[in-house]
């Protein structure tokens, strides 16, 4: 059993009434009826009134405009440790306290901006409606339309304004004015000034200046100039990259407005042109910038944010509409880590405080610290961690030889603290003796380990009592853990899932920051010799044998200097290959790269295995299917079972008389579109003991991804087991799925380069348990499959698989994602609401509800749910308010205009 502990954040109630009120909704959608057809009118209604839109919606469109007016300023503070205050007041007296003069220099933009979005909701019409009109004409009329009292931009090829005519020769007035120099469009006085503003709805709307008062005064017109002429130098290579990009999207906008097959670019042509873009969107980046200018640009910076935005958003639209990927985004840098600490833990620690006072029962918690060799600087830093903490009621037991040094002051021979006991060894002290002399020395209901030189939260000890007051009957209870570099900064947090016992077996992710009852503890024989460095590796595997009963709190609870989650060693395999001996478990444990361990289970038997692939038409993945299925594929024992649904196309029934492998079987279900039906259906037809869902759009990469698959769902605890799904160029499409990520459901490590790369979740290199893998490739034991009753139905294409896993999760079996199993999908990394029939999405609220309020267990609350990153959060959105706002603002029934 695994625990979550944290608070719901802020906006929870709002959310929760509003989560009613669409679970009732989707109630009524369930079963239409011209007698409820008024009420459901009425709450939908209610609810797109109740769910305000998202500040960073989920179509890139949308998000482009609402960032389309560059100069609605707003300066972030700084992330800085020291001096962040200072920074902050720069930037603002900087971005704020010229802002009449930043406004001018933006307007041109803005109106360009305001154009593109015109372009891009066409083009996107038009490939939604399926048409082949040519709308070159009305596209290049837009682009290079000048509004009234719209200032030309002159040197549009470099200057900011660009758009309008991108060969017109640059004049160094021009690159100078980057507003246009005319006295006809000279700026209104501080107060009055005309510029382009976006509306409730998204749409363009002008701040006009009161009937009657003079629109020009000559002071600030002779300001302004003598500041544009000044600025000039900086300005010039400031803003030619944003020019660039407005010249790069305005030409390639035209190349996609021919008629589809005409002139538009193919594939790759697309996907460099979209390259392109994406390198030029931050118009600060341009490199080989003069050093007077590097030395203004963080100040820069912040009056082009949100230019630099509408150019990322713009360009992922772009991207969606050809149907191609943007390049891969970065690996979170994390760079404001320390300011997310500070703004969370203050209050969490005064919460913590509050709640030790409420406690009924306050444990006692014993600290094993095995000292030989410690830092005195580092040692002390360690004391102090400890002795500052709001929970009293503690242990801390100190280790170490007895001919070592004393402790550093003020915790020296002449000070009496009734809550440190000193321990001393003589003869060896290595740190397995040391542990398990400090064991015997303890006194403490709970034990934990704690490095000499590591430290530990203010409130770590608290959180813990918190969560066994909640649920006394835990055994194990951990936290989530940073480093400290060696100037004592903190870095690298690693925010860990609620218990994971596949993840165990890949990597001891629990870590340090962990306590266990004693008495289990003593039971299970306490820390053994024999396993240097994998002492606490050994001992949490032997727990988890003892006792599931393991709680997670997701907080920051301990900072360690030395070594790091994820390192592995010959002494951790041993301990792993002992731990599945005593389970009966028939299995291989090997070390396949840094960081973690591979158990390989031995297949018991050689079991058939029903590949059921629906298909409608698509010969050309179709044929790299099979064609690479058929030929890498060294498990034995398979049928692949082709499933056509309205194909068509003479050329798909042609590649079908092709395969004359007898381990095809061909069928046919010509009915309306139904994944879960075709399905279901077909694996009433197969004949396998495994029945293995996957999509026709793959391409069998590793020779022993079938057998990988099959030795995962031969697992008795085990209920579906996915594979790594790649995109062609590497990045990670699918590892696991997450309830409540990107409005419904999403991807972790979405489009991240595939490896062991370092982010604050991990990486896709270990085996981890789920909710849910994708049925794009998923396999389940065909007894299991058939009781549970197959796919639901009542979804037509998307969420049967997530509904799916949820409901293996209730009986008690674990959903795996091995890595080990890797396949290539050819799908459009674009993500497009509207192609998702909209009953899916309020069927998917009704079944993942429960897991949208409380959170998914194999995440973490601290982990943003806006993208697939596994970056730190810094919304206040839980699952079920991102989910709602999706069904209010979102489906595709939610884009006409409030009544």
């Given at each position: 059993?695994?625990?979550?502990?944290?608070?719901?954040?802020?906006?929870?109630?709002?959310a929760q009434?509003?989560g009613?009120?669409?679970e009732?909704?989707?109630?009524?959608?369930?079963?239409?009826?011209?007698?409820?057809?008024?009420?459901?009118a009425?709450?939908?209604?209610?609810?797109?009134?109740?769910?305000?839109?998202?500040?960073?919606?989920?179509?890139?469109?949308?998000a482009?405009?609402?960032?389309?007016?560059?100069?609605?300023?707003s300066?972030p503070p700084?992330?800085?440790?020291?001096g962040g205050?200072?920074?902050?007041?720069a930037?603002?007296a900087?971005?704020?306290?010229?802002?009449?003069?930043?406004?001018?220099?933006?307007?041109?933009?803005?109106a360009?901006?305001?154009?593109?979005?015109?372009?891009?909701?066409?083009?996107?019409?038009?490939?939604d409606?399926?048409?082949?009109?040519?709308?070159t004409?009305?596209?290049?009329?837009?682009?290079?339309?000048q509004?009234?009292?719209?200032?030309?931009?002159a040197?549009a090829?470099?200057?900011?304004?660009?758009?309008?005519s991108?060969?017109?020769?640059?004049?160094?007035e021009?690159?100078?004015?980057?507003?246009?120099?005319?006295?006809?469009?000279?700026?209104?006085?501080?107060?009055?000034l005309?510029?382009?503003?976006?509306?409730?709805?998204?749409?363009?709307?002008?701040?006009?200046?009161?009937?009657?008062?003079?629109?020009?005064?000559?002071?600030?017109?002779?300001a302004w100039?003598?500041?544009?002429r000044?600025?000039g130098?900086v300005?010039?290579p400031l803003?030619?990259?944003q020019?660039?990009?407005?010249?790069?999207?305005?030409e390639?906008?035209?190349?996609?407005a021919?008629?589809?097959?005409a002139?538009?670019?193919?594939?790759?042509?697309a996907?460099?042109?979209?390259?392109?873009?994406?390198?030029?969107?931050?118009?600060?980046?341009?490199?080989?910038?003069?050093?007077g200018?590097?030395?203004?640009?963080?100040l820069?910076r912040e009056?082009?944010?949100?230019?630099?935005?509408?150019?990322?958003?713009?360009?992922?639209?772009?991207?969606?509409?050809?149907?191609?990927?943007?390049p891969?985004p970065?690996?979170?840098?994390?760079?404001?880590?320390?300011?997310?600490c500070?703004?969370r833990e203050?209050?969490?620690?005064?919460?913590?405080?509050?709640?030790?006072?409420?406690?009924?029962r306050?444990?006692?918690l014993?600290?094993?610290v095995?000292?030989a060799?410690?830092?005195?600087?580092?040692?002390?830093e360690?004391?102090?961690?400890?002795e500052?903490?709001?929970?009293?009621?503690?242990?801390?037991?100190l280790?170490?030889?007895?001919d070592?040094?004393?402790?550093?002051e003020?915790?020296g021979?002449?000070r009496?603290?009734?809550?440190?006991?000193?321990?001393?060894?003589?003869?060896?002290?290595d740190?397995?003796?040391?542990?398990?002399?400090?064991?015997?020395?303890?006194?403490?209901?709970?034990?934990?380990v704690?490095?000499?030189?590591?430290?530990?939260?203010?409130?770590?000890?608290?959180?813990?009592a918190?969560?066994?007051g909640?649920?006394p009957?835990?055994?194990?209870?951990?936290?989530?853990?940073?480093?400290?570099?060696?100037?004592?900064?903190?870095?690298?947090?690693?925010?860990?899932?609620?218990?994971?016992?596949?993840?165990?077996?890949?990597?001891?992710?629990l870590?340090?920051?962990?306590?266990?009852?004693?008495?289990l503890?003593?039971?299970?024989?306490?820390f053994?010799?024999?396993?240097?460095?994998?002492?606490?590796?050994d001992?949490?595997?032997?727990?988890?044998?003892?006792?599931?009963?393991i709680?997670h709190?997701p907080?920051?609870l301990?900072?360690?200097?030395?070594?790091?989650?994820?390192?592995?060693?010959?002494?951790?395999r041993?301990?792993?290959?002992?731990?599945?001996?005593?389970?009966?478990?028939?299995a291989?444990?090997?070390?396949?790269?840094p960081?973690?361990?591979?158990?390989?289970?031995?297949?018991?038997?050689?079991?058939?295995?029903?590949?059921?692939?629906?298909?409608?038409?698509?010969?050309?993945?179709?044929k790299?299917?099979?064609d690479?299925?058929?030929?890498?594929?060294?498990?034995?024992?398979?049928e692949?079972?082709?499933?056509?649904?309205n194909s068509?196309?003479?050329e798909?029934?042609?590649l079908?008389?092709?395969l004359?492998d007898?381990r095809?079987?061909k069928r046919?279900?010509?009915?309306?579109?139904?994944?879960?039906?075709i399905?279901?259906?077909?694996?009433?037809?197969?004949?396998?003991?495994?029945?293995?869902?996957l999509?026709?759009?793959m391409?069998?990469?590793?020779?022993?991804?079938l057998?990988?698959?099959?030795?995962?769902?031969?697992?008795?605890e085990?209920?579906a087991?996915?594979?790594?799904?790649?995109?062609?160029?590497?990045?990670?499409?699918?590892?696991?799925?997450?309830v409540?990520?990107?409005?419904?459901?999403?991807?972790?490590?979405?489009?991240?380069?595939?490896?062991?790369?370092?982010?604050?979740?991990?990486h896709?290199?270990?085996?981890?348990?789920?909710l849910?893998?994708t049925?794009a490739c998923?396999?389940?034991r065909?007894?299991?499959?058939?009781?549970?009753g197959?796919f639901?139905?009542?979804?037509l294409?998307?969420?049967?698989?997530?509904d799916?896993?949820?409901?293996?999760?209730?009986?008690?079996l674990?959903?795996?994602c091995?890595?080990?199993?890797r396949?290539?999908?050819?799908?459009?990394?674009?993500?497009?609401?509207?192609?998702?029939?909209?009953?899916?999405?309020?069927?998917?609220?009704?079944?993942?509800?429960?897991?949208?309020?409380?959170?998914?267990?194999?995440?973490?609350?601290?982990l943003?749910?806006l993208s697939?990153?596994?970056?730190?959060?810094?919304?206040?959105?839980?699952?079920?308010a991102?989910?709602?706002?999706?069904?209010?603002?979102?489906?595709?029934?939610?884009?006409?205009?409030?009544?």
């Amino acid at each position: 059993m695994s625990t979550l502990f944290h608070t719901m954040p802020e906006g929870g109630q709002a959310a929760q009434s509003a989560g009613e009120l669409a679970e009732r909704i989707a109630a009524l959608r369930a079963e239409p009826s011209e007698a409820n057809a008024r009420e459901l009118a009425a709450l939908t209604e209610r609810l797109r009134r109740l769910v305000p839109p998202a500040n960073t919606p989920l179509s890139p469109l949308l998000a482009a405009a609402r960032l389309a007016v560059p100069f609605d300023f707003s300066v972030p503070p700084s992330h800085r440790a020291s001096g962040g205050q200072w920074v902050t007041a720069a930037k603002r007296a900087f971005v704020l306290g010229l802002r009449p003069l930043h406004v001018e220099l933006l307007k041109p933009q803005a109106a360009f901006n305001q154009r593109v979005l015109r372009v891009l909701e066409r083009l996107e019409a038009r490939r939604d409606q399926g048409t082949r009109e040519d709308l070159t004409d009305w596209v290049r009329g837009q682009l290079d339309a000048q509004g009234a009292g719209e200032a030309a931009p002159a040197g549009a090829a470099s200057g900011f304004g660009g758009g309008s005519s991108p060969e017109v020769a640059q004049t160094r007035e021009g690159a100078q004015g980057f507003g246009g120099g005319s006295a006809a469009a000279a700026p209104a006085p501080h107060g009055t000034l005309n510029f382009v503003d976006v509306g409730a709805a998204g749409g363009p709307r002008e701040r006009r200046t009161p009937r009657g008062f003079a629109p020009v005064d000559l002071a600030w017109k002779l300001a302004w100039r003598a500041w544009r002429r000044a600025m000039g130098p900086v300005l010039e290579p400031l803003l030619e990259r944003q020019a660039e990009w407005n010249a790069q999207m305005r030409e390639t906008l035209l190349s996609v407005a021919s008629a589809p097959g005409a002139g538009t670019p193919d594939p790759l042509d697309a996907t460099h042109r979209v390259a392109r873009l994406v390198a030029l969107a931050s118009p600060l980046a341009r490199p080989g910038l003069p050093r007077g200018v590097r030395a203004s640009a963080p100040l820069w910076r912040e009056v082009l944010r949100r230019q630099s935005r509408f150019n990322g958003e713009a360009v992922v639209a772009l991207a969606a509409i050809l149907g191609v990927r943007t390049p891969p985004p970065p690996v979170p840098a994390l760079e404001d880590f320390h300011h997310w600490c500070t703004l969370r833990e203050s209050g969490d620690i005064h919460a913590a405080r509050e709640a030790v006072a409420r406690l009924p029962r306050r444990p006692r918690l014993s600290l094993l610290v095995a000292t030989a060799g410690a830092c005195p600087a580092h040692l002390r830093e360690c004391l102090a961690s400890v002795e500052a903490q709001v929970y009293p009621e503690w242990e801390l037991v100190l280790v170490g030889p007895e001919d070592g040094p004393a402790l550093p002051e003020p915790w020296g021979s002449s000070r009496r603290q009734p809550r440190i006991r000193r321990v001393t060894l003589s003869g060896p002290t290595d740190f397995a003796r040391a542990l398990r002399v400090g064991l015997q020395a303890a006194s403490g209901d709970f034990v934990g380990v704690l490095g000499a030189e590591d430290t530990l939260a203010p409130h770590a000890l608290a959180e813990v009592a918190r969560a066994l007051g909640a649920d006394p009957g835990l055994d194990v209870v951990y936290g989530d853990e940073d480093r400290l570099d060696t100037r004592g900064r903190r870095t690298a947090p690693f925010f860990k899932p609620d218990w994971s016992p596949d993840l165990l077996r890949s990597v001891d992710y629990l870590g340090r920051g962990v306590m266990a009852r004693r008495a289990l503890v003593e039971s299970v024989g306490g820390f053994r010799e024999g396993f240097p460095g994998a002492e606490e590796y050994d001992l949490f595997l032997r727990l988890s044998e003892a006792s599931e009963r393991i709680g997670h709190v997701p907080h920051l609870l301990y900072h360690r200097r030395l070594g790091a989650v994820g390192q592995v060693s010959q002494e951790g395999r041993r301990a792993l290959a002992e731990h599945l001996a005593r389970r009966g478990e028939d299995a291989e444990v090997t070390v396949p790269g840094p960081g973690r361990y591979r158990v390989r289970y031995a297949v018991r038997g050689t079991p058939k295995v029903s590949i059921i692939v629906p298909f409608k038409d698509r010969p050309d993945l179709l044929k790299t299917l099979t064609d690479t299925l058929l030929e890498r594929t060294t498990y034995p024992h398979f049928e692949l079972v082709l499933v056509s649904n309205n194909s068509v196309r003479p050329e798909t029934f042609a590649l079908l008389d092709t395969l004359t492998d007898a381990r095809v079987v061909k069928r046919t279900w010509d009915f309306p579109f139904n994944y879960p039906a075709i399905n279901n259906w077909a694996a009433g037809q197969a004949t396998g003991e495994l029945l293995l869902f996957l999509n026709n759009d793959m391409e069998v990469v590793d020779p022993g991804w079938l057998t990988e698959l099959v030795s995962q769902a031969q697992r008795p605890e085990v209920g579906a087991v996915g594979a790594k799904l790649l995109f062609p160029e590497g990045t990670v499409q699918h590892a696991g799925i997450v309830v409540g990520m990107t409005g419904m459901a999403g991807h972790p490590f979405w489009r991240l380069p595939d490896g062991p790369i370092a982010t604050p979740f991990g990486h896709t290199e270990w085996v981890r348990n789920w909710l849910s893998v994708t049925s794009a490739c998923v396999m389940i034991r065909r007894p299991l499959f058939d009781a549970l009753g197959g796919f639901d139905e009542r979804f037509l294409l998307c969420g049967s698989d997530v509904d799916l896993g949820l409901r293996l999760h209730a009986r008690g079996l674990r959903v795996v994602c091995t890595p080990f199993a890797r396949v290539v999908h050819h799908e459009s990394a674009s993500r497009r609401t509207d192609a998702i029939p909209e009953p899916d999405y309020w069927r998917s609220f009704t079944s993942y509800r429960p897991w949208l309020l409380k959170g998914d267990p194999y995440y973490n609350p601290n982990l943003t749910l806006l993208s697939g990153d596994c970056d730190l959060r810094r919304h206040p959105e839980d699952g079920e308010a991102l989910a709602v706002r999706t069904l209010a603002h979102e489906v595709p029934s939610a884009r006409r205009p409030p009544a």
